[in-house]
């Protein structure tokens, strides 16, 4: 099993630009996760979607959107990136919300 | 103030020392977490507990719910345990289904 996969690991974008950073996870959970770490600031959520067909947004989910594609896959959209977008993305599943989640590798975004 | 306090920030420690890592939460929660992030960023879930005790190898987590605290005990700890160690609370007042995380101690083991 692969767990919980992310594309792509670095990604370099200008201000303005868009795009779209990939999640999936092969251990059949209901609920995935989007997370952002900044330095000093702890990992904090953007966007979760507790089961298949729904989404919620967390604690800091302004100027993102995300899109549950199917069980396995949670996509992260940034639609105009913006230098404060600049961090490292963590995606995470877990069996049910309450439980332990599992994480990807992360994606290390540059915005300039 | 934080919902999750975590100490110390930074932690140097000799090789086969006792550590300890404290996590302090003021908010109700239904369960509390301690993570692990390797210093090439992955990170790895160690416990996951809403009262008591439990242990895995060397990792030994507590939880005291009434004075909202919990540790991490590593014993005899290692070079390879050289990371950073995360609380993380789910149920907090402002998070309900969400976790909430500490900024994280820094543990660096000596030989």
């Known amino acids: 099993n692969a767990g919980v996969t992310q594309t792509p690991k670095f990604q370099v974008l200008k201000t303005g630009q868009s795009m779209t950073l990939q999640c999936a996870q092969d251990?059949?959970?209901?609920?995935m996760y989007w997370y952002r770490q900044d330095p000093g600031m702890g990992l904090r959520l953007i966007y979760y979607?507790?089961?298949?067909?729904?989404?919620d947004k967390g604690e800091v989910p302004n100027g993102y959107n995300v899109s549950r594609l199917n069980k396995r896959e949670f996509s992260l959209r940034l639609e105009s990136a913006a230098p404060s977008q600049t961090s490292v993305y963590f995606c995470?599943?877990?069996?049910?919300?309450?439980?332990?989640?599992?994480f990807g590798p992360g994606t290390r975004l540059t915005v300039t | 103030k934080n919902e999750v306090e975590q100490s110390p920030q930074n932690l140097t420690a000799q090789e086969g020392e006792f550590i300890t890592i404290n996590c302090s939460y003021s908010?109700?929660?239904?369960?509390l977490h301690w993570l692990q992030q390797h210093p090439g960023g992955g990170i790895v879930s160690l416990f996951m507990?809403?009262?008591g005790k439990k242990k895995h190898g060397r990792l030994i987590a507590t939880i005291n719910i009434q004075e909202k605290h919990s540790s991490l005990h590593i014993t005899a700890s290692h070079p390879r345990d050289s990371a950073v160690y995360i609380c993380?609370?789910?149920?907090?007042?402002?998070?309900?289904?969400?976790?909430?995380f500490g900024e994280g101690t820094q543990l660096t083991v000596n030989p």
């Open positions: 995470a599943s877990s069996r049910d919300i309450p439980l332990e989640q599992y």
């Open positions: 251990m059949n959970h209901n609920s």
């Open positions: 979607s507790a089961s298949e067909g729904t989404t």
């Open positions: 908010v109700g929660i239904s369960a």
């Open positions: 507990l809403s009262s």
């Open positions: 993380a609370v789910l149920g907090g007042e402002t998070s309900g289904s969400r976790l909430t």
